[in-house]
C-alpha cells in the first residue's frame, strides 16, 4: 500500500473515530434535554409547624444529593388533599410522595398503627425502627399495604421522643380525671382513651387548637414543644401532662407512589434510600436541640406549666392497651402477626439495654440537681 492511501486511510479512520466520539459526548446532552424528574408532594403538617419543616429538610437533602436530576416539592397539609387523605392520593397517583405517620392510615387498616401508636413493649422509636429494618418490620408492612390495595413504597424514618399526655385545663392527677373530657389522638390510642372515658375525637394536627379554643375538645394530644408551640397550644391550654406510654415509640414515614418509584433509575432509588437514613439522623439530632429550647420558652414565656402524668394513670393505659391489643388481635390476623413480631424483638432488645445502658438519671441529679456539681466544675 502507497504511503498516499495510507494517510487517506488513517484520516479517514480518525474522521469516523471523532464522529462516533462527538456522538457519544452528545449523547448526555440528549438525555439531560429531556429535563429532571420531577415529583410533587404533600406533607399531613402546617407549614408552620416543624414537622414540614422535616418534610422540607428530606426533599432538599434528595434534591441536592441527585443534583437536581430529581426535584421534589413539598406541599404543606391541604395543598391537595386533606391530611388524613395522603395514602389514598398517594397510592392513586393524584401526589407523587408525601411525608406523615403511618398512624394516620389507620381507617384504613388498625395494624398501620402498630408503627408508633402504644407502648412499643418497653422499646423506643429507633428500637422500633431497628424492628422495622432488621427484625422483619419492613417486609410485614409491604404485606399490610398490599392488603389494603395501597400502591405505594413506604419508608419509616425520624424516631420521635416519647410524647406527652397531652394539653389539659387543669392538672390530670387520676384515672377517673380524663372521664368525660372531650379529647383529641388518633391511632389504637382513640380505643385506649376511649376505655378510660373520654369522647375521643380524631383530628390532624393543624386543626386541633381551633377545635379547644371553640370548645368542641377540652384537651389534646400533638407530638412534642415545638410542634405545640408553634400550632398554638399555650393559646388555649396552660397546662401540659409530660410522659405517656399511648405513643412511646413512633416515627415519620416517607412514601412514594409505587409507579413513580419503580420508574426510577436504581441509582436514584439508592441515593433514595440513604438519604431516608440520612434525614432519620437528622431529624433526630435537629428535635433534640429545637424541642428542648422550646420547652424552656414555653414555660419562661407562655407560662405554662408542666407536669409528669401520674404513674396510676401510666399503668391504666398499659393494662388497657394490652386488652386493645388482645381484641384487635383476634379480628385482624395481620394485626397479630405484626404484634408477634414486635414483641419477639422487644423482648430481646429491651432486656440488653435495661442490662446495658447506665440510667442518666443519676448523673442529671449529680449535675444539675440541687447541689448540682456541674456549678462547681
Known sequence: MSTEKTTTS?????????????????????VKAQGPISMRWQSTW????????????????????TGGDLKIEVLPAGAVVPAFQLLEAVSKGTLDGGHGVLVYHYGKQTALALWGSGPGFAMDANMLLSWHKYGGGKELLDKLYSSVGANVVSFPYGPMPTQPLGWFKKPITKVDDLKGI???????????????????????????????????LDAAEFNNASSDKALGFADVSKVC?????????EQFEIMFNKDKYNGLPDKMKAIIAYGVEAASHDMSIKAIDRYSQDYVELQQKDKVRFYKTPDAI??????????????????????????????????????????????????????FGANGAAKKI
Open 10 to 30: 488513517r484520516r479517514k479512520f480518525l474522521l469516523a473515530a471523532g464522529a462516533t466520539g462527538a456522538a457519544a459526548v452528545a449523547a448526555p446532552g440528549v
Open 46 to 65: 402546617p407549614a408552620k409547624d416543624i414537622f414540614h419543616e422535616f418534610a422540607l429538610d428530606f426533599g432538599k437533602k434528595i434534591n441536592d444529593m
Open 182 to 216: 372531650k379529647f383529641r389522638t388518633v391511632g389504637i390510642s382513640i380505643d385506649v382513651f376511649t376505655a378510660m372515658g373520654a369522647a375521643v375525637n380524631a383530628l390532624p394536627g393543624g386543626e386541633i387548637v381551633a377545635a379547644m379554643d371553640r370548645g368542641l
Open 314 to 367: 401510666l399503668k391504666r393505659q398499659l393494662e388497657i392497651y394490652d386488652d386493645v391489643a388482645k381484641k384487635k388481635s383476634a379480628e385482624n390476623p395481620l394485626f397479630k402477626e405484626i404484634l408477634q413480631s414486635q414483641i419477639k424483638f422487644a423482648e430481646r432488645v429491651t432486656r440488653w439495654e435495661q442490662d446495658t445502658v447506665v440510667s442518666r438519671k443519676m448523673a442529671f441529679d449529680h449535675y
Open 241 to 249: 401532662m409530660l410522659q405517656s406510654y399511648h405513643q412511646n415509640a
